[in-house]
């Protein structure tokens, strides 16, 4: 059965530090993996894409890595803002076209304090 | 270019009622999908359509959830009668995936956040 789960389930920082987020998936074909960023009472925007071939993507403050052999992913915030406080979901898709599906973690719950 | 659509944002409805939701994608995105989302947990497939075609519908309760996507545009979810369970964000996307696509990109509406008392 495909899973993807995410650590830690919350988070508290506060404002300019760093932090990491864990995404470990069971996912087979592996076609690419995404991070998706979902501000509350708003649905889910993606930040980053990867596939097999690529392990480090950034995107501004975010820097996604994925690790294809030991099938983990981890997304790396940057000098947090108050803006970042939100759930970070982890998106793992098999196959392709419309046969492909996609699994998705339960997400991080991120809260950036001043 | 607009983004994907859902009314209403909010509804209350007691148990056994009945309700629907309504869904606008992007405009030329043939899939279309339904998903429910419990607080602290991820969205959860209900039903995925290319065009006015059922793709999957496995994790659908066909007891009480109904779905259609006439025409092939916008596509309405329906429950009845609703549960105190079914009390959850449903969130609509779409992406433009085709047969060679497997990118996978899919663009969320807000949402809408039903309560069952």
């Known amino acids: 059965k495909n899973q993807v789960e995410q650590s830690p389930q919350s988070l508290i920082i506060l404002e300019g530090k760093n932090c990491t987020l864990q995404c470990n998936y069971t996912v087979s074909p592996f076609s690419n993996l995404r991070w998706y960023k979902q501000d509350t009472g708003r649905g889910p925007v993606s930040l980053t894409i990867m596939t097999f071939s690529e392990n480090t993507k950034s995107n501004g403050r975010y820097t996604a890595t994925l690790d294809a052999d030991t099938k983990q992913s981890s997304l790396h915030i940057t000098a947090s803002q108050l803006s970042d406080s939100a759930s970070y979901i982890c998106v793992v898709s098999s196959g392709g076209g419309s046969a492909g599906k996609s699994t998705f973690g339960d997400g991080t719950t991120l809260t950036v304090k001043p | 270019e607009a983004g994907v659509a859902q009314s209403p944002r909010y509804k209350i409805i007691e148990k056994r009622q009945s309700v629907a939701f309504w869904c606008n994608p992007i405009s030329g995105h043939a899939t279309l999908y339904w998903y429910q989302q419990i607080l602290g947990q991820g969205p959860k497939l209900l039903i995925q359509?290319?065009?006015?075609?059922?793709?999957?519908d496995s994790q659908l309760p066909k007891d009480r959830f109904s779905a259609e996507r006439l025409k092939g545009v916008d596509s309405t979810l329906k429950i009845q009668p609703a549960k105190l369970e079914d009390s959850a964000v449903y969130l609509c996307?779409?992406?433009?995936?085709?047969?060679?696509?497997?990118?996978?990109?899919?663009?969320f509406g807000p949402g809408t956040r039903l309560t069952v008392l």
């Open positions: 996307a779409s992406s433009s995936r085709g047969l060679s696509d497997s990118y996978n990109e899919q663009f």
């Open positions: 359509f290319q065009n006015n075609g059922v793709v999957d």
